[in-house]
């Protein structure tokens, strides 16, 4: 199974930041985003609209270009929701938009969950910011919302050029140069790491009985070893044991022997007595 993504890195007035975009959660959404940034559509361009706790928006060009423009003005299609669907959470990115099929080229980056985001057809997640959001969360915000729940810039107005945002709101955040990389993976890579596994875990497993059974093996050497050490030992007592008895006996026929001769002697001097 083909799944492409694509990490885009930027810089801000604020600092870097690192967006991954997955076609897999928006596949139209997906295409038109990472084309935008790959041919530098929002190089330059401000985050007009900043909303602590709510959303940063962006995505209108200056660009000279009128057919580039004319492009990413074209709406595309909706993608459907995924099931389940992808969670709003901060940092989480979708396009902007007003009506059905409406995403062009505005998006937003959600601050926080909250339960208005993905209610709205269009609004389909396609990325996350991976890196930076510290950054975002730094964006200048004191001119609030657009009109009328603040005194931001006017969307309209910013279509007219860059010097509206620079003369008006000079303390509005920006972007500077955006790469994009796009990976595909094939999952061949996964396939081959669970064959390998499925290949070693034989292998490991005779491993571990070999040794096992090694194991075993000395120790049932050990035993044996010390059985014929105990059996020695044993044989070795018998025998001195054996040795000692002959001692004695030898022993006790000396002294009967003695005790004979003495005898004999004695009743040799008695008869001796006698007959004289």
């Known amino acids: 199974m083909l799944e492409e993504t694509a990490v885009v890195s930027c810089g801000t007035s604020a600092g870097p930041i690192k967006i991954q975009f997955f076609r897999t959660w928006s596949p139209l959404g997906y295409d038109r985003a990472v084309e935008l940034f790959e041919r530098g559509f929002y190089d330059n361009t401000h985050f007009f609209r900043t909303v602590p706790h709510f959303l940063v928006q962006f995505g209108i060009s200056y660009s000279t270009d009128q057919e580039f423009k004319k492009f990413a003005r074209r709406p595309i299609p909706d993608d459907p929701q995924l099931t389940p669907p992808v969670k709003f959470e901060e940092g989480v990115i979708s396009f902007a938009g007003g009506s059905d099929n409406s995403r062009t080229s505005q998006l937003f980056i ?82 081959k790491e669970e064959e390998l596994i499925e290949e070693d875990t034989p292998k490991r497993l005779d491993s571990t009985l070999n040794k096992k059974a090694a194991t075993e093996e000395i120790s049932s050497g050990v035993k044996k070893l010390r059985f014929r050490e105990k059996l020695k030992q044993l044989r070795s007592n018998v025998e001195t044991r054996e040795t000692s008895y002959d001692l004695i006996a030898v022993l006790i026929i000396l002294v009967l022997f003695l005790l004979a001769v003495v005898f004999k002697v004695t009743l040799r001097g008695k008869k001796t007595a006698k007959t004289s």
Request: one cysteine or more.
């Open 110 to 191: 959600a601050y926080e969950a909250r339960q208005s985001f993905g209610t709205q057809r269009w609004e389909t997640p396609v990325g996350k910011l991976i890196d930076g959001m510290e950054n975002v969360i730094n964006f200048y915000s004191g001119y609030g919302d657009m009109p009328p729940w603040g005194k931001g810039p006017v969307q309209g107005k910013v279509h007219s050029g860059r010097s509206y945002i620079d003369e008006n709101f000079p303390l509005i955040d920006h972007f500077e140069r955006c790469t994009v990389e796009r990976n595909v993976n094939t999952g061949l890579q996964d396939d």
